[in-house]
């Protein structure tokens, strides 16, 4: 029962440490805003661009892949399929950053895995 009040001395120190994090999320977060990740699909036919919040930013149809008039030999329905897929990609490499430089900042700060995912916000 009193080892547990033991470990109440280093409490300080880890809510320290914890809104140092929080402080660093923040600016990284605000560093993602301004990287840009590309996916695509159909072999680079669409390329969906997104910035580190996840929103689709530019979206890229190479027309030249596409065939002549309105889409060439292309249906809509694959086309869309394409753009959603590259989105997609996309953001699935953007989330994988973003989980990459949170725990590179929870290493920094010396904070045990999955520890940043319970800071709050603000």
């Known amino acids: 029962m009193f080892d547990n ?3 109440l001395s280093q409490l300080p120190g880890m809510l320290a440490k914890a809104k140092e994090a929080q402080a660093k999320i923040q600016q990284m977060q605000a560093e993602m805003e301004s990287k840009r990740i ?3 699909a159909g072999a680079g036919m669409v390329e969906a661009t ?3 919040k996840l929103e689709l930013v530019n979206l890229k149809i190479d027309s030249d892949r596409l065939g002549t008039g309105d889409l060439g030999g292309t249906d809509v329905e694959l086309l ?3 753009i959603i897929a590259a ?3 996309a953001q ?3 989330q994988a ?3 990459e430089e949170m725990a590179k900042l929870a290493g920094e700060a010396g904070l045990p895995p999955g520890m940043m995912d319970q800071l ?3």
Request: avoid cysteine.
């Open 38 to 40: 590309t996916g695509d």
């Open 80 to 82: 869309q399929d394409l």
């Open 5 to 7: 009040l033991k470990n």
């Open 50 to 52: 997104v910035n580190g």
């Open 97 to 99: 950053l973003i989980r």
């Open 87 to 89: 989105v997609t990609a």
């Open 92 to 94: 699935g490499k953007a």
């Open 120 to 122: 709050p916000d603000g």
